[in-house]
């Protein structure tokens, strides 16, 4: 089975703008979640969808929205882009069940905001 | 703020050295999972370990769980250099809620 891809891998844009990145999960799996990864703050839940339904949902501003697809494929958008927003934005997916079964990861969207 | 902490933050030792990374949590949990993430990229996952288990191996992994404590420890034995990594902890709890700690980051030194 295919892996867990991420588009684009990187991605440079100015304060003011917004994004959309991109994941496609594994092959039958429908969750998809979505973290920050700073080097403060280590790795913080986004939130997580499960049949183009969104479960669950981290402490970020409304500026941070999402989407799935009935392809399980999803997207997340951040608006109004901060310099902080500036890391690493990690897609994971996992079985039926949910995150709470393994997760795998992609290789990640590299953000930087200036 | 992060439901547990991964304990030390760094670590480093020589090549053939056991490694031992621990993880602490605050709520009760439905399983735990370790994780291992490469400079930059994607995390791998490692074990799953449930709350009604106490150990598991796998090659030269070992974790170990102990709910009374709220902890997990990580053990890799015979480090190789290529094991230099961070590693991180992912509590799953209800709801499929899932928090990861801030994570190890260890060096095996060649």
């Known amino acids: 089975k295919a892996g867990v891809t991420q588009t684009p891998r990187y991605l440079i844009k100015t304060r003011g703008q917004q994004v959309t990145l991109s994941c496609s999960p594994i092959?039958?799996?429908?969750?998809v979640s979505w973290y920050q990864q700073t080097p403060g703050q280590g790795l913080q839940f986004l939130f997580e969808?499960?049949?183009?339904?969104?479960?669950n949902k981290g402490n970020f501003p409304g500026r941070f929205s999402g989407r799935q697809f009935s392809n399980s494929r999803s997207e997340m958008n951040v608006s109004t882009l901060e310099l902080g927003d500036s890391a690493l934005y990690l897609c994971?997916?996992?079985?039926?069940?949910?995150?709470?079964?393994?997760?795998?990861f992609g290789p990640g969207t590299r953000l930087t905001v200036l | 703020s992060q439901q547990g902490e991964e304990d030390p933050q760094a670590l480093s030792i020589q090549e053939g050295e056991n490694a031992t990374m621990n993880c602490s949590y605050k709520?009760?949990?439905?399983?735990l999972q370790w994780y291992r993430q490469n400079s930059g990229r994607g995390l791998v996952h490692l074990i799953l370990?449930?709350?009604?288990?106490r150990e598991k191996h796998s090659g030269r992994l070992r974790v170990t769980l102990d709910t009374s404590k709220k902890s997990s420890s990580l053990l890799i034995t015979a480090s190789r250099a290529a094991d230099t990594a961070s590693y991180f902890c992912?509590?799953?709890?209800?709801?499929?809620?899932?928090?990861f700690g801030i994570g190890t980051k260890l060096q095996v030194i060649p």
């Open positions: 994971a997916s996992s079985s039926s069940t949910g995150p709470t079964d393994t997760q795998y």
């Open positions: 370990i449930r709350s009604n288990e």
């Open positions: 969808y499960f049949s183009e339904t969104q479960r």
């Open positions: 992912a509590r799953t709890g209800g709801y499929q809620k899932v928090t």
């Open positions: 092959s039958g799996h429908r969750s």
């Open positions: 709520t009760s949990i439905n399983n």
